[in-house]
């Protein structure tokens, strides 16, 4: 599970890390496929995916060439709903009720549910074995400050994924961080690398000490 939006927000340094070390026949859960040669769409022009749950392509041609040849399987989901979805499993809820997409074929094999005389659709949650985010600042215990619109789908991937990757710009001592700006606790974060660019590198991890 990938934070982004188009490209920003998408954490450039493990993309390419992913590229590097040849992992294949990956399932993407993410807001969209970015573009060709930015952010997550990297990974699918490379055809490292073998499965994508988004709310669109349109962005990245080869995602879509890659669909109608068969060799990428796509799941879309209205970008409202595949939020929830991730913030429901982010939440420990088992799913959501909604009702976009009754009536339609999005509804088909799905259950529903009628709750104070509505119907619903009944969507799962999700969550997913490895969440990788982008923020600007972090702090050595993973608190995470977002920049303005990179924030986008970034916390809620935090909380669902269930070893959570986060490269930041910039990596400070705890307390250096003013507490009013952090968007996503450490308690949500597994590790937290510094992103490409800087002079120095630090690489931390909860379960192990700093290299």
Same mark, same amino acid.
């Given at each position: 599970?990938?934070?982004?939006?188009?490209?920003?927000?998408?954490?450039?340094?493990?993309?390419?890390?992913?590229?590097?070390?040849?992992?294949?026949? &990956?399932?993407?859960?993410?807001?969209?496929? =970015?573009?060709?040669?930015?952010?997550?769409?990297?990974?699918?022009?490379?055809?490292?995916?073998?499965?994508?749950?988004?709310?669109?392509?349109?962005?990245?041609?080869?995602?879509?060439?890659?669909?109608?040849?068969?060799?990428?399987?796509?799941?879309? #989901?209205?970008?409202?709903?595949?939020?929830?979805?991730? /913030?429901?499993?982010?939440?420990?809820?088992?799913?959501?009720?909604?009702?976009? =997409?009754?009536?339609?074929?999005?509804?088909?094999?799905?259950?529903? #549910?009628?709750?104070? =005389?509505?119907? #619903?659709? @009944?969507?799962?949650? &999700?969550?997913?074995?490895?969440?990788?985010?982008?923020?600007?600042?972090?702090?050595?215990?993973?608190?995470?400050?977002?920049?303005?619109?990179? /924030?986008?789908?970034?916390?809620?991937?935090?909380?669902?994924?269930?070893?959570?990757?986060?490269?930041?710009?910039?990596?400070?001592?705890?307390?250096? &961080?003013?507490?009013? &700006?952090?968007?996503?606790?450490?308690?949500?974060?597994?590790?937290?690398?510094?992103?490409?660019? @800087?002079?120095?590198?630090?690489?931390?991890?909860?379960?192990?000490?700093?290299?």
């Amino acid at each position: 599970m990938y934070g982004g939006f188009g490209g920003v927000g998408t954490p450039p340094t493990i993309v390419k890390g992913i590229l590097e070390k040849g992992i294949r026949d &990956l399932i993407l859960i993410g807001n969209d496929t =970015g573009f060709p040669d930015i952010g997550i769409g990297k990974l699918v022009t490379a055809g490292r995916a073998k499965k994508v749950i988004a709310s669109h392509i349109g962005s990245n041609p080869n995602a879509g060439f890659m669909m109608t040849a068969g060799t990428l399987e796509v799941e879309f #989901y209205p970008q409202g709903t595949l939020a929830e979805k991730i /913030r429901a499993g982010g939440v420990g809820l088992g799913g959501i009720l909604v009702d976009v =997409g009754l009536g339609t074929i999005v509804a088909e094999g799905k259950r529903q #549910y009628t709750l104070a =005389g509505a119907s #619903y659709i @009944v969507e799962p949650a &999700l969550t997913a074995d490895i969440a990788i985010v982008h923020a600007k600042r972090a702090d050595h215990l993973g608190n995470l400050v977002y920049d303005k619109s990179g /924030r986008n789908f970034n916390p809620l991937v935090a909380m669902a994924g269930i070893f959570t990757i986060a490269e930041a710009d910039e990596i400070v001592a705890p307390g250096e &961080l003013d507490p009013e &700006l952090i968007v996503t606790p450490g308690i949500f974060v597994d590790m937290v690398i510094q992103s490409e660019g @800087v002079p120095w590198k630090w690489v931390w991890e909860k379960t192990s000490a700093a290299e």
